[in-house]
């Protein structure tokens, strides 16, 4: 195997500079760019800090005994439990404290660099580009906004990552399909988004042979469904209706209607409230969730050619917001769209040389390709696109450490 002299010490430095910028920006920055650049940042305050998303609301409320409800007071389906139950579970350990929180997703967060690291040294068996991976993670800007506020990112992010090293895992081992299993199911409940994904996992293991991949995937699909099975019961006892969670057939009618002519938040804002007056009982009915899906099919069918276009944009908008409102929003967007153009062009070169390098690509690249396709499919915005840059900085990693050695290096190299 490749000699990893001096890799433990300089990774330890990494995930120490991780963990130092995300403490640093809760505790020092950030409350800095609330009291003086929130309104050019776009930002909604409220008593000296960011507005509270519902996952706060409804994680204050268990805990005071209220149920799984946010400020209306009516039971909320469309936040998924998994961060819910994570900041409630805080919550009742040590207080309503911000910083406690903060502090423990710091500390998450900065696992997730470490697993960003075992991630791209188990695919890449390359020790230089997987400690360059981690150290792009280190210092990358949102996940260090993120782990400041009480939103699922932070958690996600590590769940989704474990559940790529055990798929990956997985593949010479087949005993790690199980944890696979329960690790996607998990990443599942706190964002719905990868629901169907363990369609592609079956596949992916069916194509590497029959026998083995049906070894893999019966208990890769019962630990999925073993994580995942109480919430459609628990809605179904609750509603008299199997469903997974609410919010689909909103996000697929904003999809399908948006005018992207106009300026965005105003043109999203403008959708919501649309919904909330003509639907006042919304996220919480059923029926409602389900008109909005249907009328979304039903535009899409009357206007193939428009929703294509506005799918083609999606796949634009997916890395950047065009917010050029203030010189603040202005700089924004465009660095993060130049920082987003550098990866994938590093992470396309990248992905080229592993592959001809024999590195085992399909669990990153199907995972990115399932949640970047489904999201211009439907509705499309860059927080959604957060979860998915330590796949591009591993594969990105890859592309540069090759520039920079002038030459490319096969992934069994040394071993």
Known sequence: MERLAGAPGVLGAILLV????????????????????????GWLVVNGRIASDPYDQ????????????????????ERAPGYVLFLAGGYRLWGFELWKVQLAQSVLDTLSCLLVFLVAMRVLRDHQAALLAAGLYAVYYKMINM???????????????????LFVLSFPRAGFSFP??????????????????????VVLYLLRGWRGGVRRAVPFVLAFGLACFYLPLRNYRETGRFFFGLGGGKIAYMGAVIDYSKVFRGEEQRLVDEIQRDAPSFPYDVEVDSRLGTTAIRTILAE??????RVAYRLYLFWVYPDYSTPLMAAKSSLGLLFSLVMCGLAVYGAGVARAGGALLSPLVSLFLYCYGLYALIYATPRYATPLFPILFILAAMGAMTLWRGRPRRAHDGS
Not at 58 to 73: F, P, T
Not at 147 to 165: C, D, I, K, N
């Open 147 to 165: 782990v400041s506020r009480p939103m699922s990112e932070t958690l996600y992010v590590f769940l989704l990552l474990l559940f790529l090293l």
């Open 304 to 309: 193939p050619w428009a929703y294509a276009g």
């Open 58 to 77: 409804i994680a204050r409320n268990i805990v005071l005994g209220k149920g799984y409800v946010d400020d209306s007071g009516r039971r909320n389906y």
């Open 180 to 201: 696979a299993g329960l690790a996607l199911g998990l990443a599942t409940l706190t964002r719905p988004i990868t629901l169907l994904f363990p369609a592609v996992v």
């Open 18 to 41: 991780a963990l130092i910028l995300r403490l640093a920006y809760c505790f020092i920055l950030g409350p800095a760019l609330v009291r003086h650049r929130a309104a050019d940042l």
